[in-house]
């Protein structure tokens, strides 16, 4: 026998064996989380060049699946809320951005995500606690969900139905399909008018759009008698305006600005603010 023939073919058994002890110590989870990401970055690379696919999101693989939320939530625009520090982001259902503009019925511009902004805020108040359902993980790291306001409501529907939200096929499956072209009949909301769709305003705006995760809240979550307008008018001026007056309806209160709410005409006269003359 050629003895150094044997020690070679011994040393390359005693490689393979020990290589497969290796791999029986490396953790079953590392190696299922390594073969989920090779896949979703394979899935990823598929999406993009056919664009027939959802959005694969990393986060969903690894991140626990968390429980529901419920609480008073402040309102960051027409699609998201926060709760409890946490940014939740209406499952299926695509608002005007904070800073879009659309055209009323007159033709005239407005601030049609601030408007829908407001529109939320106003129904979350008028039955709290809200109450989110887990989805998913978004592309900004943002809880994804179904909610519902205390009495049962669905928060996205009713966006959807009063033409402040639009039904987002993309995500939705045409979940609100019906209720979108019910507002479209009725010509309410943003339906009243002409407008683009967020997606698409975004895709213009790309370059300077601010990402969702450093947003501050655009409403703050107030109680529901706290329903007096601080505005801050292009002159700088102070001015509230009381439920009922002529302007209020289409004023719209932008935190950042400084602007607030106030529980009563006495809070805001103390504040500094005066009462709108009409």
């Not at 996205?156 to 019906?178: F, I, K, T």
């Not at 790309?206 to 008698?225: F, G, N, V, W, Y």
């Not at 719209?252 to 709410?261: L, N, Y």
Request: aromatic share 10%; with cysteine.
């Amino acid at each position: 026998m050629d003895k150094s023939r044997y020690d070679d073919r011994s040393s390359s058994l005693r490689k393979r064996t020990g290589a497969g002890r290796r791999w029986a110590s490396v953790p079953m989870r590392l190696v299922f989380v390594t073969v989920a990401a090779a896949c979703a970055l394979v899935t990823q690379f598929v999406m993009h060049n056919s664009g027939s696919l959802p959005e694969i999101n990393l986060q969903n693989v690894i991140k626990p699946r968390p429980v529901a939320i419920a609480g008073v939530a402040s309102v960051i625009d027409g699609d998201t809320i926060e709760i409890h520090g946490q940014r939740i982001r209406f499952n299926g259902v695509d608002a005007p951005e904070s800073a879009q503009q659309c055209d009323d019925a007159n033709g005239f511009h407005y601030q049609c995500g601030a408007k829908s902004a407001a529109a939320l805020d106003a129904f979350l108040a008028a039955s709290r606690p809200t109450q989110c359902t887990f989805v998913s993980w978004d592309r900004y790291d943002r809880y994804v969900g179904n909610c519902r306001r205390a009495d049962g409501a669905s928060v996205a529907a009713w966006m959807v139905e009063n033409g402040q939200a639009l039904d987002w096929p993309q995500y939705s499956q045409g979940a609100y399909a019906v209720l979108q072209e019910k507002a479209k009949a009725a010509r309410v909301g943003i339906w009243a008018g002409t407008f683009e769709a967020p997606w698409d305003w975004r895709a213009e705006h790309r370059a300077d759009k601010e990402q969702p995760s450093t947003i501050a809240p655009l409403l703050a979550a107030s109680p529901s008698a706290c329903n007096i307008k601080g505005n801050i008018n292009a002159r700088g001026e102070h001015i509230y305006h009381m439920p009922g007056q002529e302007y209020y309806d289409r004023t719209v209160i932008t935190t950042s600005k400084g602007e607030r709410w106030f529980c009563s005409a006495e809070e805001a006269v103390a504040a500094g603010w005066r009462k709108a003359k009409r």
